[in-house]
T-cell receptor, first 115, second 111 residues
Framework: AQSVAQPEDQVNVAEGNPLTVKCTYSVSGNPYLFWYVQYPNRGLQFLLKYITGDNLVKGSYGFEAEFNKSQTSFHLKKPSALVSDSALYFCAVRDMNSGYSTLTFGKGTMLLVSP | EAQVTQNPRYLITVTGKKLTVTCSQNMNHEYMSWYRQDPGLGLRQIYYSMNVEVTDKGDVPEGYKVSRKEKRNFPLILESPSPNQTSLYFC??????????FGPGTRLTVL
């Protein structure tokens, strides 16, 4: 079975500082990895994905994520946080060998960026 | 504009009164899915459909039904809602192994 862990319920960072939101995964095969963001009273918006290729993936709004196969991690990063980045962030994984059926989400990490 | 739409956005109902939440996408995606979001539990998949007339259970299917008679529509049916189905529901669609597009959500309260 595949799973995703987001070990922090909440991450606090000051505006202008770098941010990291952690994600580790478990799949039997090779992973497809995704990050989504949810603003209050909104649906989920896609940020970035790792399918194959470069381990450093760049996405929307200046976010990036680093795929680390040996540590089974896919941490989300941004060099300089903005107050407007405050939102709920979800990591998700799909096993390449499982077909369309299963996209498993983590429980989410609330990011709070203070002015 | 490419989008997934859901209706209604908000619904308050009573135990046992059948309801349907509609979902429609205009991107010709084969794959559609329903999730529920609960605090501390993240998103959990209820049902998914790989194409017309092809549906399968996700992680939490009990108390729900779906149908996929047309490619663009994937309604979620609660035949006898109960209070533990009070939640925020999202429909999503995708093509291939790409990212999923999510609808705006339906907040359901069952009294």
């Amino acid at each position: 079975a595949q799973s995703v862990a987001q070990p922090e319920d909440q991450v606090n960072v000051a505006e202008g500082n770098p941010l990291t939101v952690k994600c580790t995964y478990s799949v039997s095969g090779n992973p497809y990895l995704f990050w989504y963001v949810q603003y209050p009273n909104r649906g989920l918006q896609f940020l970035l994905k790792y399918i194959t290729g470069d381990n450093l993936v760049k996405g929307s709004y200046g976010f990036e994520a680093e795929f680390n196969k040996s540590q089974t991690s896919f941490h989300l990063k941004k060099p300089s946080a903005l107050v407007s980045d405050s939102a709920l962030y979800f990591c998700a994984v799909r096993d390449m060998n499982s077909g369309y059926s299963t996209l498993t989400f983590g429980k989410g990490t609330m990011l709070l960026v203070s002015p | 504009e490419a989008q997934v739409t859901q209706n209604p956005r908000y619904l308050i109902t009573v135990t046992g009164k059948k309801l349907t939440v509609t979902c429609s996408q205009n991107m010709n995606h084969e794959y559609m899915s329903w999730y529920r979001q609960d605090p501390g539990l993240g998103l959990r998949q209820i049902y998914y459909s790989m194409n017309v007339e092809v549906t399968d259970k996700g992680d939490v299917p009990e108390g729900y039904k779906v149908s996929r008679k047309e490619k663009r529509n994937f309604p979620l049916i609660l035949e006898s809602p109960s209070p533990n189905q009070t939640s925020l529901y999202f429909c999503a669609s995708t093509s291939g192994y790409n990212e999923q597009f999510f609808g705006p959500g339906t907040r359901l309260t069952v009294l």
